[in-house]
């Protein structure tokens, strides 16, 4: 859906696989809840209005398998297991979901959605329509969930028609197999060094890293490829980091940077001009969906946000009073929010308009207007993690499925 210019504005990230236990039932400690805003209401979008469960579910297509169906770009990089709200307004985008919602199984319901901020980008997610409403005004209302990593083929998609977009489904291996300079006794490798190629070790590295991180949050239960898509979701990190992340090929590889991230994230910027805007560590979570989850307002405009307890050199427009009407979290109102230097708009604050609400304020901050300070110089893609991505060539079949990809 196609984002339009970003005035007025106004303000449950499991994979389909998952069973009900895995359903968190609170990201709060339960001596904190009695006044607390529930964290299941922002997850339901409500302020979308009534929407309707569409009946049965689809399927997971197969790995490697080719398809064509509609692309959706947004300003928002979209992982597996995450909840996208739209309100499908412009009649070019209605005809996308049109399609969708009119295509024969397997495919019925699928949107392929790329993040549109980096040209040409080549790996997106399908999103399946779980719930929806058509409106009087001929807009739709809807909530899809992210899917699967797919492979866009743009030389196939003509420029005035996007609801026939050619993909590749990319394949989520296990564990990789050992470098072939390790299976060959011939590596320069320590045994030490080893576990980085283990999904399950490195989950659990993340899991206590992001324990410390985020100490709140109750601890996710999943496998290492579930939880890498999550973690990608509920870290700070701004959305070209996050296409980076959808971008590896691996659970493993995914963990690796976001290991990396976790031991040496401090502090959030205003991508525009620098300044600092917040701590990494004063996230809180506001919702089921955890820190970090995409809106979308009144207008259409799809906004990826994380949420913050604390915030610095943010500053309102003149004396707003706070905006109770299309709040995404009930019980507060929200006021825009800019950069007190170079006025670019960071996001909202967000006051309780119950006398008993905790916490009392909060900030949601714009994925696409942070950058990351880290507190040593560290590359997503380097060092250890490009040396693991690099061992991957000597497998054929994957090899060969990256270079058709790339080839598009």
Known sequence: MRNPAPLNLAPSILPPQLSAEHVEESLLQPSDTEHLASPSNPALHAYLGDVDDLAGSTPQLP???TCRMPLLQLDVVLMPGATLPLRVMFMSDRRLVEHALAAPAPLSRLLTVVFATQPMATIGCTAEIQQMRRQADGSIHCL??????????FDTVAVDDLAKCRVAVLPEPGNAPLPREVRAGAAHWHAAALPMFDAADLADQARTLFRHFAPEVKEYRGSPLELSFWLSVNLPLQADTRQQLLECTTAAARLCCLIKSLQTLGSLRCVECGTQVAAAKDVISMSEEGIGSAYVNSHGFVHDMITLREACSLDCFGDDEPQ??????PGYGWT???CINCRIHMGWLFSATDPENEPRRFWGIRRCHISEAWEEEASMRGGLVQAYEDSFEDDGSFESFDSADEGT
């Open 144 to 153: 899809a969930k992210g899917r699967q990593r797919v492979s866009i083929h």
């Open 336 to 338: 825009i929010m800019y």
């Open 63 to 65: 790995a490697g398998s």
């Open 324 to 329: 109770t009407e299309n709040s995404w979290f």
